[in-house]
């Protein structure tokens, strides 16, 4: 079996604590599995400025270009607020998704049948709720030219931001929401604005384009964005495999993130292009959650949205299906067992500490393998 090459960016406050219990489950998966994951370990964000004067070293730069996957905890803190804007911790992982090119972003947003009830929804509207958004991360109006603020001379300013897709940009992203369905329920929600921008207009044909090119067995829908973002929160379960630029993709990953419940519990991807040669993809798995200063040391900080990225890995970078489904669903056991950190706690729970709750999930895990 081919080596996997594992590249892991704990980074700063609680990215330590919940890569330690991603850790344990590789352990096991080498010596009970013979999965042959090979790790290797850098510096991203606070700590990286503490100890070289940047966000990420040009080594491990070279680290993550070559890894199978990168493995991405959270970075910042309140200790390098008053670091200069281009060394600031943000910068490494913006750094990384330029470099590896990561312009498809997922966002799963999956309802544990024992956190239904935590919804902001009534539980009958989230209780089995499985959806995928995939935004669009490098192009549209974070990037578009001009953006700027003019002087207008007359005692006002102008701010001007620019969104702009290029035929090839939303062909990719709408490949990758394609494919993905095809292993989903076999649908996808394009959602744009094309009553309102070209950009929109052109979104919608391309991606009609694509789907008729390459993938009509998969069902496809449009949606105009806010009509999108409304059915969300109506009828959330309609949906399988959202597709969407960077800009609405960024606001209804957030809405639909929290339909589902707590910070703690959301995994993500981002995703490159197919190398040419072996038709791998660059990856970088991440928690939506940040480093959490407030509870970082502390032995509390929920390890599931750390642990569900890495079973995205799993499944995204390896193809290790059967052993991701289980990783789930061993999360979804030790939930319905009642065992919960303290941004999940319920009456009745039983309350434990981020290394409890991993070894919670190793155990059934292993219970399913
Ligand atoms: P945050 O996500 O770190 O925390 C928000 C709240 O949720 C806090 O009360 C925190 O204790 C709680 N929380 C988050 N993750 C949790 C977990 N796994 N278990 C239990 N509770 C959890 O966002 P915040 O406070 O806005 O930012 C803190 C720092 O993190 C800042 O420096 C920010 O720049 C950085 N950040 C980094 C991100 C990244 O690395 N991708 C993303 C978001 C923020
Ligand atoms: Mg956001």
Redo the contacts with the bound molecule.
Sequence with gaps: MMAKNLFLLP?????PE?MGEVRKIIGYMNSAMKADFVLDEGLV?GCAYDAYGAAISEEDMAKAMKADAVL???????K??HVPYEVR??AG?LRLRKDLELFANLRPAICYPALASASSLKPELVEGLDILIVRELTGGVYFGEPKEIIDLGNGQKRGIDTQVYDTYEIERIASVAFELARTRKNAVCSMEKRNVMKSGVLWNQVVTETHKRSYPDVKLEHMLADAGGMQLVRQPKQFDVIVTDNLFGDMLSDVAAMLTG???MLPSASLGAPDAKTGKRKALY??????????AGKG???????IASFAMCLRYSFNMVKEADNLEKAIANVLDQGIR????MAEGCQKVG?SEMGDAILKEFANLS
């Design positions: 980074g700063d406050g609680i990215g919940a964000g991405f905890g959270a970075v910042g803190g309140p390098w607020d911790p943000e992982l707590s910070l703690g991440e928690p939506v959650h940040g480093s959490a200063p407030d509870i509390i900080a929920n390890p599931i949205a750390m950190t303290g941004d999940i981020t």
